[in-house]
């Protein structure tokens, strides 16, 4: 999966591809900070999935919000959110993710809109 904001070093040779979901009702920072020369940060909105690609030896550490503060909820070793690689694709979670990047790798045709046309009238 390609990382368009903070591509992971160019000397990672074993990468995985992860699911981390914010089950809580609060808004959470996920942060990996022990991978040199590289930064990741994203906010998880409650209910929301984070897909993303690191290397095993990564720790996520998962920042929950509180008024004006978050504090360090947990740290996850990211070996154990790494999606299985069915080869055949057939897991509910790799059909779930398929289904997701289909619809945000549309062609331009099947989000065109429909010009409106302008039609002034006289009085």
């Known amino acids: 999966m390609a990382q368009i904001l903070d591509p992971l070093p160019s000397d990672s040779s074993k990468n995985i591809l992860c699911c981390y979901i914010n089950a809580t009702s609060k808004i959470q920072i996920a942060r990996i900070t022990n ?54 694709g057939e897991s509910p979670l790799d059909q779930e ?7 945000h790798h549309r062609t331009a045709e099947d989000s065109a809109v429909a010009p409106v046309a302008v039609v002034a009238t006289a009085d």
Do not use: K
């Open 35 to 88: 991978i040199p020369d590289w930064y990741f940060e994203r906010v998880v909105f409650p209910g929301q999935r984070l897909i993303f690609e690191t290397t095993p030896l990564a720790m996520l550490e998962i920042h929950t919000g509180m008024i004006a503060s978050s504090i360090l909820s947990d740290t996850i070793l990211c070996e154990r959110l790494m999606i299985d690689n069915d080869p055949l």
């Open 97 to 103: 993710l398929a289904e997701a990047m289909s619809l």
